[in-house]
């Protein structure tokens, strides 16, 4: 009992993933090594729950040198900025889903350029994340926040505003090491 149990009951909370029970059956899942990976798995059913990272797709917008930020709403990381960015549907191509993200975060209508980079990120704390990083071009829309977004910034480099997550900084800084030239 004590620190120790606590330590325990933490360590398995968060290798079940959050989860208790058996999203079909209903059964108290238990941790079950899988290949060496320990695996929240339920007893009855046969059901394991893989808790693979998920995937997102975010956009870089550039308007005469600025980059196109939006204000978190929510929480986590509420007032902080990010690229527009969000979580793929089961049904979409990640260049779907940043092509939504963009409509629905700044009201603006985009077309994928060209890919930034893959980055695995582990600062987000509703999942494990792999985020795709599209260079985006805007044709259209009407620019306003919406969805998540509490407002929108262009901010150019070297005065970005506070990052609500790592992984957008690291795309930029691969971004703007690839575009020394200056971008458009
Ligand atoms: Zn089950």
Known sequence: MG???DHI???????????RFCPHCRTALIISEQ????????????FIH??????????????????????RKYEPRIGLWSLPAGFMEHTESPEECVIRELQEETGLFGAVKNLVGVYAAGDDPRSRVVLIIYHMEVFGGEERPGDDAAELGYFPPGNFPPFAWNSHHRALGDFFARHAGGVT
Do not use: M
């Not at 290949?35 to 046969?46: F, I, K, L, M």
């Not at 550039?62 to 939006?70: D, S, Y």
């Open 35 to 46: 290949e060496g990976v320990p695996r929240p798995a339920c007893p009855a059913c046969g």
């Open 50 to 71: 893989y808790n693979n990272p998920v995937p997102a797709a975010g956009a870089i917008i550039v308007r005469t040198g600025q980059i196109l930020f939006v204000k």
């Open 9 to 19: 009951q933490h360590v398995a909370h968060h290798t079940l993933g959050g989860y």
């Open 3 to 5: 620190s120790g149990n």
